[in-house]
């Protein structure tokens, strides 16, 4: 679908039935060359779907000058591999940040990790055991970065006519970048800003981001303001008044900040029994596969560490117990 002149977006298929495709957005700069933003999941049909919608529009995978990557989750960057060996010369751009994250987390047993994560923050082994596996997730490849260009907040990228600027904007991971072109008013927010859903803001299993809901809050702070034309995601639809949705995101956490505090009366709670207890668009929490019980969990404990950093609530660490959170 063309967006304006020189710029369009192209769907392909996800993994998931409540988000059944992810968004790249294809520019071109009149010499032949194009720059992608994102490319979608690894699969067989998402690589054929890039592919077919690439030639509809007159490109070839060889015609690509840049890949620019919002952040490191797989229905983003999962296609690098496979564009690669078509096409060896394109330049990928990554935050510094999110590389250095990436790289750090490699040739980890994350599964056995994030069980006994998840038994810290009170699930039981057995619950673990016999919770719905997710293997789509599991059996996704990850693409090797190789020679990545990286950049950083403000950093400026020209492209034929286009002038990309790049904004860090960590919160729904670490390293996660936002693309603002100037010239045309236009923001590219991968999963930072959506128009629909809340993007998942979690901690993560080593303790090296406990305040990703701060960074999260900060970060969409930071972008309310940029005088935007048009809303680019990487999910549902674009729209927009950028201003509008930042402020409907705010409200969201506020709201939902507030109704993690109102479970904590005279007792202590683990992470997954609050939950358990608050409310989720997508069911109930006991009826999650692992993997989005890890999330949810992922989600609960961002919230829990926010009210302890905001003396609202107490952490105790119980050492190899069981973390506890409680009213100070």
């Given at each position: 679908m063309q967006i304006i002149s020189d710029l369009h977006q192209i769907k392909t298929s996800m993994v998931r039935p409540h988000l059944p495709y992810v968004m790249c957005y294809v520019f071109e700069d009149r010499s032949g060359k194009i720059t992608l933003f994102d490319t979608g999941f690894g699969t067989d049909t998402a690589f054929s779907e890039l592919k077919d919608k690439l030639y509809d529009i007159g490109y070839k995978f060889t015609d690509i000058e840049n890949i620019i990557i919002s952040h490191t989750h797989p229905d983003h960057m999962g296609m690098l591999s496979r564009i690669r060996e078509v096409n060896p010369s394109f330049k990928l751009i990554i935050s510094e940040k999110e590389y250095n994250w990436l790289s750090s987390r490699q040739n980890r047993d994350w599964?056995?990790?994030?069980?006994?994560?998840?038994?810290?923050?009170?699930?039981?082994?057995?619950?673990?055991?016999?919770?719905?596996?997710?293997?789509?997730?599991?059996?996704?490849?990850?693409?090797?970065?190789?020679?990545?260009?990286?950049?950083?907040?403000?950093?400026?990228?020209?492209?034929?006519?286009?002038?990309?600027?790049?904004?860090?904007?960590?919160?729904?991971?670490?390293?996660?970048?936002?693309?603002?072109?100037v010239n045309k008013k236009i923001m590219l927010t991968g999963d930072h800003v959506l128009p629909h859903i809340s993007p998942n803001v979690s901690v993560d299993f080593e303790g090296k981001n406990n305040d990703s809901l701060i960074q999260y809050i900060h970060s969409l702070e930071k972008i309310e303001n940029y005088e935007t034309d048009i809303v680019l995601p990487a999910h549902e639809f674009s729209f927009k008044n950028l201003k509008q949705r930042v402020k409907e995101l705010l409200m969201h956490h506020q709201e939902r900040l507030n109704e993690h505090l109102m479970l904590f009366q005279d007792k202590s709670m683990t992470a997954v029994d609050v939950a358990r207890e608050i409310s989720w668009n997508t069911g109930s929490f006991d009826n999650f596969n692992l993997m989005m019980k890890r999330s949810a969990v992922g989600e609960t404990v961002a919230h829990l560490e926010y009210l302890v950093a905001k003396n609202s609530l107490e952490k105790i660490n119980g050492g190899h117990k069981q973390v506890v959170w409680s009213l100070p």
């Open positions: 599964q056995t990790l994030g069980n006994q994560w998840l038994q810290k923050h009170g699930m039981s082994l057995e619950e673990i055991n016999n919770s719905e596996q997710d293997t789509q997730w599991k059996n996704i490849e990850w693409p090797q970065l190789k020679n990545p260009t990286l950049v950083n907040d403000l950093d400026i990228l020209q492209f034929g006519e286009w002038e990309f600027k790049f904004l860090d904007t960590p919160g729904h991971t670490i390293g996660h970048l936002c693309m603002y072109e």
